[in-house]
């Protein structure tokens, strides 16, 4: 089982930034692709970014490229999502979530991830 918490949500103003964290106690974390989906009320959740294990590749929903930036510090077992100029349609509960130990591909969809945070809440008022 592997147990993710995040943190860094919060409500903010349109054109603010936020930070978002995910921690983990697995030992396995280096081994395992992560990522960052989002649900917003009255919604399905969406994949919002993914990090590969080396963090040599990244990818992004097209409604936040440009504007987010997700990154990983193995050393700390720790996965970021730094999101900048933040819209009103950005506000979700934004889960922290990762793919299994045999995963190839970097996932670009909720159906790639195995293991998934409790959420943190982002509400970005205009």
């Known amino acids: 089982q592997v147990q993710l918490v995040e943190s860094g949500g919060g409500l903010v103003q349109a054109g603010d930034s936020l930070r978002l964290s995910c921690t983990t106690s697995t030992r396995t974390f280096s081994n395992r692709h992560m990522g960052w989906l989002r649900q917003a009320p009255g919604k399905d959740r969406e994949f919002v970014a993914s990090?590969?294990?080396?963090?040599?590749?990244?990818y992004y929903a097209e409604s936040v490229k440009g504007r987010f930036t997700i990154s990983r510090d193995n050393a700390k077992s720790t996965v970021y999502l730094q999101m900048n100029s933040l819209k009103r349609e950005d506000s979700a509960v934004y889960y922290c979530a990762a793919q299994g130990l045999g995963s190839t591909t970097l996932g670009k969809s909720t159906g790639a991830y195995v293991y998934w945070g409790q959420g943190t809440q982002v509400t970005v008022s205009s």
């Open positions: 990090i590969s294990k080396n963090t040599s590749t990244t």
